[in-house]
């Protein structure tokens, strides 16, 4: 198994372009938390050839919620449903990591910024969600001070050419 990391530059992901008007990205909300656990769900299954064990989480819910020494922003995108519903399409989440000992040195931050979960629903593949979510995390690491995002990925996942190409635009 080889497991690809790209580090993610920060200053090349001045602020979201999200301009679709039918696609929203917003911070997750407790409310959310069923319809994201779906979602990631729906994602893990879709992956085929046998990948699905071990590329979904074996507690979902425990993915999109801080604890100890780890804080995790979420957002989710929506796509216009039927009526005035809107669908969950995506999942991000930017999960920042406080010190191996759990204090940061005086003057300095060496909190570790990484993804740890980017899925979007199958049917909305390839429509620029996953780059607009991707893109939000980034954004919002580089407010709470990161220069540089880590993603990690398995190079027979469908995600690994996804961040090749965003870390390259």
């Known amino acids: 198994m080889t497991v690809l990391?790209?580090?993610?530059?920060?200053?090349?992901?001045?602020?979201?372009r999200a301009d679709s008007s039918q696609i929203c990205v917003r911070a997750l909300t407790q409310s959310d938390i069923p319809e994201a656990i779906e979602t990631l769900a729906r994602a893990c299954r879709s992956v085929?050839?046998?990948l699905a064990k071990g590329y979904c989480p074996a507690n979902p819910s425990a993915e999109i919620v801080s604890r100890r020494g780890r804080q995790v922003l979420a957002w989710m995108a929506f796509v216009a449903g039927q009526g005035l519903r809107q669908q969950p399409a995506g999942l991000v989440t930017l999960v920042i990591a406080e010190s191996r000992n759990g204090k940061r040195p005086s003057g300095g931050d060496d909190r570790r910024f990484s993804i740890g979960l980017l899925l979007?629903?199958?049917?909305?593949r390839r429509s620029g969600i996953g780059t607009m979510l991707a893109s939000q995390a980034v954004v919002e690491a580089g407010r709470q001070g990161a220069g540089q995002v880590e993603v990690e990925t398995r190079a027979d996942w469908p995600a690994a050419a996804f961040w090749e190409a965003f870390r390259n635009r």
């Open 120 to 124: 979007v629903d199958p049917k909305h």
């Open 5 to 16: 990391r790209h580090s993610l530059q920060i200053t090349a992901y001045a602020e979201n």
């Open 48 to 50: 085929g050839g046998g």
